[in-house]
């Protein structure tokens, strides 16, 4: 069996490499932003069951809002074990529409450098581990050299 984030070697489509992560993982919703010209995150792939409210929201994310600009911003994951009671303001109020609970979102490193995000999420709480971290962030800095040199 080929260890993840090997599993991704060769792949460039974002959306194949959302749904390899995702299956690894076990998780069932998913999305990779990257940044643009402007300076904000774009949605490049998404997987899931997101209502159509969240899809129009996530779009377009501004570095430093919600989970995902909150990752590039920090330039390190941000774990939320779960979406529907995390009141600590990283969470938009919308993102309990989705159904997450466990959630966690790593910067896509290129350079030592946030060119975007990762992010999945599972229906159950859910802590990531330190080890499964660690797997997602070496998945981000692969999915980031990809995309952003594409």
């Excluded at 792949?11 to 940044?35: K, N, V």
């Excluded at 409210?53 to 809002?65: C, E, Q």
């Excluded at 774990?79 to 989705?98: L, Y």
Aim: glycine share 14%; hydrophobic share 40%; net charge neutral.
């Amino acid at each position: 069996m080929v260890p993840y984030p090997q599993l991704l070697e060769g792949i460039s489509d974002p959306g194949r490499l959302l749904q390899i992560t995702l299956d690894h993982f076990g998780a069932e919703t998913g999305t990779i932003h990257l940044l643009g010209p402007d300076g904000m995150l774009h949605l490049r792939a998404s997987a899931g069951s997101l209502p159509q409210p969240i899809m129009d929201a996530i779009r377009v994310i501004p570095v430093g809002k919600g989970i995902a600009g909150q990752a590039v911003a920090l330039g390190r994951p941000v774990n939320i074990c779960n979406i529907q009671t995390e009141d600590g303001g990283v969470a938009p109020p919308g993102a309990r529409a989705t159904g997450v609970r466990g959630s966690i979102c790593v910067p896509l490193l290129v350079d030592g450098r946030a060119v975007g995000a990762l992010g999945i999420g599972a229906s159950r709480e859910r802590d990531f581990t330190a080890e499964e971290t660690a797997r997602l962030l070496e998945a981000g800095r692969y999915i980031g050299r990809t995309l952003w040199n594409s």
